[in-house]
């Protein structure tokens, strides 16, 4: 299992996300864990790009799981991939993974994250900037 976390001043872990607090919630206690730390690049954006995310998902009604909801989101911004099947054509997400994009790929993926959102919200893109720095 994966989550995000950063270390605080007491050197303890923190979970960034309540997705990421649930996970290690349902962890054992007191037994060994092997951990690969992995220092995140340009973790304020990551940061931004998923509370773009939760915004969008604390204000709508429609769908109740927020990695279903992330990755419709993801495929409505036109990072999806097609396969089609004799019976018929599937929808994949695409993994949007700051990991594996450079900065202004990145960015890309945030701005077209943003379009569809700002839509859904029915609000311009710079009160919506506004409110995801208020959200972080």
């Known amino acids: 299992m994966k989550f995000y976390a950063e270390i605080d001043l007491q050197n303890r872990i923190k979970p960034l996300w309540n997705r990421d607090y649930d996970i290690l919630q349902k962890t054992k206690k007191n037994t060994p864990l092997r951990i690969e730390v992995i220092q995140e690049r340009n973790y304020k954006f990551h940061k931004k790009v998923m509370a773009l995310f939760n915004l969008g998902f604390e204000n709508q009604e429609k769908i109740a799981n927020f990695d279903h909801y ?12 097609t396969v089609i099947t004799e019976h018929g054509t599937v929808y994949f997400a695409q993994s949007i993974s700051y990991a594996n994009k450079d900065q202004k790929e990145f960015e890309d993926v945030f701005n077209r994250l943003l379009d569809v959102l700002y839509k859904d919200l029915g609000s311009d893109k710079e009160t919506l900037r506004k409110e995801i720095e208020n959200f972080m």
Request: charged share 35%; no cysteine.
């Open 70 to 81: 992330r990755k419709i989101i993801t495929m409505r911004a036109g990072y999806y991939d």
